[in-house]
C-alpha cells in the first residue's frame, strides 16, 4: 500500500505533539504509521535479539534496504507517549519522546526493554515445563547471536540461570507489526487508549 507523497516524512511541520491527558480528553483516534503496521511498501526487517534494522520490499527481496524510514513519526497525530503489550509476554513497554514518538524510537525502546531486563525467577516458575526447556534453549542462542551482533559491544552480560526477556519470545525474534486491540488492551491492562498497541512477532 503506497503512502501519500510527504505525509509521514520527518520533521516537525506537524501539529501540536499531544500528552497522555490530551488524548484521553479528545479520545484522538491515531493513524499508525504504515511502515508499523506492516502495510507499507518498505518491509521492516528488526531483530529483537540484536536490535539491528533493516527492510526490503517486493521488487528488492533479494537484498536489504536502509531504514531511511527510522525518524519518521510512529503515529499521526504525534504523541509523546506510545503503550506497547504482546499477547506473548507478560510485559508492557512505554515508549516516550516529547517530540513525538518516532519509529526509531520505537524500535529502539522495544529492544532494549526485551534484551536489558532480566525474567524473573517468578515470572519463569510461572511457565509450563516444556516452555521453560525452550527459554533456556533460546537464550543459550541469543547469547550466540548477540556475542556476533553488530552491538556486542553494547550487549549486556547475561548470568547462567537468568533469562532476558527476549529470550521468552522462544524462536520468534522478529518484529511483525503494531495494531490496536482494545479488548485485549482492557483484559491486559483493565483500559483502553488510543495509543495502547499489541505488537507481534515472528520467527
Same mark, same amino acid.
Given at each position: 500500500?503506497?503512502?501519500?507523497?510527504?505525509?509521514?516524512?520527518?520533521?516537525?511541520?506537524?501539529?501540536?505533539?499531544?500528552?497522555?491527558?490530551?488524548?484521553?480528553?479528545?479520545?484522538?483516534?491515531?493513524?499508525?504509521?504504515?511502515?508499523?503496521?506492516?502495510?507499507?511498501?518498505?518491509?521492516?526487517?528488526?531483530?529483537?535479539?540484536?536490535?539491528?534494522?533493516?527492510?526490503? @520490499?517486493?521488487?528488492?527481496?533479494?537484498?536489504?534496504?536502509?531504514?531511511?524510514?527510522?525518524?519518521?513519526?510512529?503515529?499521526?497525530?504525534?504523541?509523546?507517549?506510545?503503550?506497547?503489550?504482546?499477547?506473548?509476554?507478560?510485559?508492557?513497554?512505554?515508549?516516550? @519522546?516529547?517530540?513525538?514518538?518516532?519509529?526509531?524510537?520505537?524500535?529502539?525502546?522495544?529492544?532494549?526493554?526485551?534484551?536489558?531486563?532480566?525474567?524473573?525467577?517468578?515470572?519463569?516458575?510461572?511457565?509450563?515445563?516444556?516452555?521453560?526447556?525452550?527459554?533456556?534453549?533460546?537464550?543459550?542462542? @541469543?547469547?550466540?547471536?548477540?556475542?556476533?551482533?553488530?552491538?556486542?559491544?553494547?550487549?549486556?552480560?547475561?548470568?547462567?540461570?537468568?533469562?532476558?526477556?527476549?529470550?521468552?519470545?522462544?524462536?520468534?525474534?522478529?518484529?511483525?507489526?503494531?495494531?490496536?486491540?482494545?479488548?485485549?488492551?482492557?483484559?491486559?491492562?483493565?483500559?483502553?487508549?488510543?495509543?495502547?498497541?499489541?505488537?507481534?512477532?515472528?520467527?
Amino acid at each position: 500500500m503506497a503512502d501519500p507523497v510527504g505525509k509521514w516524512a520527518a520533521g516537525a511541520s506537524y501539529g501540536p505533539v499531544l500528552t497522555q491527558t490530551d488524548l484521553y480528553l479528545l479520545n484522538t483516534d491515531l493513524q499508525l504509521n504504515p511502515i508499523l503496521a506492516g502495510q507499507s511498501d518498505f518491509h521492516l526487517v528488526f531483530n529483537l535479539v540484536t536490535g539491528q534494522t533493516g527492510g526490503f @520490499n517486493a521488487e528488492s527481496r533479494d537484498r536489504d534496504l536502509p531504514f531511511t524510514a527510522k525518524d519518521e513519526p510512529a503515529t499521526l497525530p504525534r504523541v509523546q507517549e506510545l503503550i506497547i503489550i504482546t499477547e506473548l509476554t507478560p510485559w508492557c513497554t512505554i515508549v516516550k @519522546n516529547e517530540n513525538g514518538v518516532t519509529i526509531s524510537d520505537v524500535c529502539t525502546k522495544v529492544w532494549k526493554d526485551y534484551t536489558e531486563n532480566y525474567v524473573t525467577d517468578a515470572e519463569f516458575n510461572a511457565l509450563p515445563p516444556r516452555l521453560q526447556e525452550q527459554v533456556k534453549r533460546i537464550a543459550l542462542h @541469543n547469547q550466540q547471536v548477540g556475542a556476533q551482533g553488530w552491538n556486542a559491544y553494547y550487549a549486556p552480560a547475561v548470568h547462567p540461570g537468568r533469562y532476558r526477556r527476549v529470550d521468552w519470545f522462544r524462536e520468534r525474534s522478529f518484529f511483525e507489526g503494531l495494531k490496536r486491540e482494545d479488548a485485549y488492551a482492557v483484559a491486559k491492562l483493565g483500559f483502553r487508549a488510543p495509543n495502547i498497541f499489541v505488537m507481534s512477532v515472528v520467527a
